[in-house]
């Protein structure tokens, strides 16, 4: 019950920076927005860490496959992304693309066991359940 609760929190969140991202970008610049996002990010982080975690962060160092380590410089093009596509659209329509898309892509990683994952079978139900969210996008569109 816990993940469902953070997962929406999640979502609050991803949903609340993009709308704020989007308003910074228009009183500066999107790159400028997305280095001060990362740095405060960084700085919360850190915070973090000297007060709950205290890991050596030479462990990192001994991540395998490297590819892993990507995920700042994923990121940054998410913080580029996600501030164009709301500029472009608004917050609820580009959330909506976002999110199918992150449902999409997710099931392909867990049917094909990419990056570690366990493989899944692939199941019709859940590919019924992303075709209703593909019509609900459809829905929200039509005019």
């Known amino acids: 019950m816990v993940g469902f609760f953070v997962a929406i929190l999640s979502g609050i969140l991803m949903s609340l920076q993009g709308v704020f991202n989007t308003e910074v970008t228009k009183q500066s610049s999107l790159w400028t927005t997305a280095a001060f996002v990362h740095l405060t990010g960084m700085l919360v982080c850190i915070l973090a860490w000297v007060f709950t975690d205290r890991s050596s962060p030479e462990r990192l160092f001994a991540v395998r496959p490297l590819y892993l380590l990507t995920g700042g410089l994923i990121g940054a093009f998410i913080t ?64």
């Open 80 to 143: 580029y992304t996600v501030v164009v596509s709301m500029g472009k659209m608004g917050p609820a329509l580009a959330v909506m693309f976002i999110v199918t898309a992150q449902l999409i892509s997710a099931y392909l990683i867990e049917v094909l066991g990419l990056f570690g994952t366990e493989k899944q079978p692939l199941e019709m139900r859940k590919l019924v359940g992303m075709g209703i969210v593909i019509a609900g996008i459809v829905l929200f569109k039509w005019k």
